[in-house]
């Protein structure tokens, strides 16, 4: 009798080891973070553009491939591109991050176009923004909401 005892004390000496262990099972940090998140608010229907800097600490490239917020109706990936005088605005389905790199997505280059606004944004404010990857991996961000001069 006396076994069955001492069995069941190991089991429960060891329960608080095991579950002290699961933080380590985890799943591990995300190689992705998304810095200097903000917002142009525009007057009524006008888009609004979105712009930060993404960084990516893993050894392969991922790809940025949707930007949502409850704020929006709409977001789209865009970069504007250059052609000497001209310049023009076109939709990309992705944009990729480098290994180990970063990429940003400024005024005149990669940025996201939101549309169809919920409600007027308020300069000073932050908006909650999602960010999809292509390895599966979503992160959230708070943007902060600033006037058409980016203040």
């Known amino acids: 009798m006396h076994r069955p005892f001492h069995a069941f004390r190991n089991v429960a000496l060891a329960m608080p080891l095991a579950i002290a262990a699961l933080p380590a099972l985890a799943a591990p ?4 973070k998304v810095s200097d998140c903000w917002v142009r608010s525009m007057p ?7 712009y ?5 600490t893993s050894a392969k490239p991922v790809d940025l491939t949707e930007v949502s917020t409850d704020a929006f ?9 250059s052609n000497g005088s001209a310049s023009k605005m076109v939709m ?4 990729t991050v480098p290994a180990n790199g970063t990429l940003a997505f400024a005024p005149g280059g990669y940025h996201v ?10 300069v000073g404010s932050t908006i909650p ?3 999809d990857f292509s390895d599966g991996e979503k992160v959230v961000a708070q943007c902060a909401v600033k006037n058409a001069a980016g203040q």
């Open 29 to 32: 940090p995300s190689a992705i």
């Open 44 to 50: 009524g229907s006008v888009p609004s553009g979105g």
């Open 52 to 56: 930060f800097k993404l960084a990516n």
């Open 73 to 81: 109706g709409m977001a789209m990936l865009h970069q504007s591109i």
């Open 92 to 95: 990309v389905d992705k944009a």
């Open 113 to 122: 176009m939101f549309e169809e606004a919920k409600k007027p944004l308020t």
């Open 129 to 131: 923004v999602t960010f």
